[in-house]
């Protein structure tokens, strides 16, 4: 979402790099470019003029520590600023009462009722007990839809049967809820095209009926700044809690989240990343703060780890690289774990930019399509061909190209790629057995005391 944004705030500090000192030509410079960088991601403009004020604010007169440079402290000054403008803190969904109640409310199109799916299946991973309320009675299809979804995610949803009145209705799953010992509801509102008093008189009535303890403004990070226009809207009518930003894994430039907090004076909770239900996160204004300044988001990528891999399988591995028996078995469990972690070019845009990360961000480097490619040939292989792929001469490579539907040269490319790594592993091994540990100077060690 914010990759435009990114690369040319980027590109503000790399002019800064080369520089002493601070001067009020360079702050200067890089503000006019920081303000066109925001304008180009559709920010709307108050909220630059005040957001590029407190940063000049804070860095004109600015003495430089020693251990910094002037570019490290001006991206240091944009980094607190951008998380001031994102929201600050990361804001968690408040969860009090029997059940509790949280209300999602927007336009149609935004994305609500996929999003009540998804809340409901991260709140089941945290150990909650969520029931989902269809009360969006306005579209045809929203029912129907939030019970195919429920039904895939393990979450009961109340349906309205007969009932027409999305008062009512949401009075009843209020009910259900506590009869059922649910200890969470989530109320899928109704939304219209655009704002109007009859969608806003509903939603209220809706809202006053169960008294949800959040209320949840959906935002689609598409629409840009009519985003904007219809959470002022939804604000003036509603105690708003928060925000829920969906579609942010498209094409929008970022403005929508960047203007929508400084409008509402609410913080996004959650975004969505991905169509899966599994693509939903909670949103941290810290950590997309350092994302758009390409300092990478560490902590993320380190959770979508531990998330997608099995603790035990990664000491199993962890055991077998270190005796040498790494097989084409093993190779083809990673790439799947890798995949389930979300597509490669998501998981680079986590990592830091610069250095290495500059050669892996090319087109050529990021092919999802290798991957699948690769686990088909390994799959196409028998048992003994993945645990002893010496065996594979031209008969036998010839059957896998036909199989995986690749070619014999894509397959003598993975063999040599594979050895290469079981090369790599057995080096790093004698490495450790060689090393003498009392000759490094350890923490509390002799010769680190």
Not at 163 to 168: A, G, I, L, Q, S
Not at 276 to 294: Q, T, W
Not at 331 to 347: I, T, Y
Not at 390 to 398: E, F, M, V
């Amino acid at each position: 979402m914010f990759e435009s944004l990114g690369e040319r705030m980027q590109g503000v500090f790399k002019e800064l790099r080369g520089e002493g000192h601070l001067t009020d030509f360079h702050i200067e410079s890089a503000l006019r470019e920081i303000r066109l960088s925001l304008l180009e991601a559709d920010v709307a403009l108050p909220v630059v003029r005040k957001f590029t004020e407190r940063v000049k604010e804070r860095a004109l007169g600015l003495k430089v520590a020693q251990q910094l440079s002037p570019a490290q402290e001006v991206t240091r000054i944009v980094r607190d600023e951008l998380k001031a403008l994102l929201g600050g803190e990361n804001a968690d969904v408040a969860l009090a009462g029997k059940p509790a109640v949280i209300a999602l409310v927007g336009l149609q199109g935004s994305g609500k009722t996929t999003s009540a799916a998804k809340l409901a299946r991260l709140l089941k991973a945290r150990g909650r007990y969520p029931l989902i309320v269809a009360a969006d009675l306005a579209r045809p299809a929203a029912v129907q839809q939030l019970v195919t979804l429920g039904r895939q995610i393990g979450v009961p949803v109340y349906e309205p049967g007969a009932e027409r009145d999305p008062v009512e209705v949401a009075r009843r799953g209020l009910r259900e809820a506590r009869q059922t010992g649910r200890d969470t509801l989530i109320v899928d509102t109704a939304g219209r095209l655009h704002l109007d008093d009859v969608l806003m008189a509903e939603v209220k009535a809706v809202a006053a009926a169960v008294e949800p303890q959040e209320i949840l403004f959906v935002a689609d990070a598409m629409t840009g700044q009519d985003a904007v226009k219809s959470a002022s809207g939804f604000a003036e009518a509603l105690a708003l809690t928060g925000i829920v930003l969906t579609k942010t894994d498209g094409d929008a430039r970022g403005g929508a989240a960047l203007s929508v907090v400084s409008v509402t004076g609410k913080p996004i909770k959650f975004v969505g990343v991905g169509e899966k239900p599994e693509d939903f996160e909670p949103f941290h204004p810290d950590r997309m703060a350092s994302r758009i300044l390409g300092l990478g988001d560490v902590m993320t990528l380190i959770e979508k780890v531990e998330a997608s891999v099995d603790a035990e399988s990664a000491r199993k591995l962890a055991a077998k690289t270190a005796s040498g028996d790494f097989t084409l078995e093993d190779l083809r469990d990673q790439l799947q774990s890798m995949k389930k972690m979300g597509p490669l070019e998501s998981l680079l845009d986590l990592l830091p930019k610069g250095g290495m990360m500059k050669a892996l961000k090319g087109p050529e480097s990021v092919d999802e399509k290798a991957l699948t490619r690769t686990t088909a040939i390994i799959d196409s292989m028998t048992v003994a061909e993945r645990q002893y792929p010496q065996i594979l001469n031209g008969s036998r490579k010839k059957r896998v190209a036909a199989g995986s539907g690749t070619s014999v040269a894509e397959i003598n490319r993975l063999l040599k790629q594979y050895q290469q790594m079981r090369r790599l592993m057995r080096t790093a091994k004698k490495g450790v057995r060689g090393l003498d540990l009392s000759k490094l100077a350890l923490p509390g060690g002799p010769r680190g005391q």
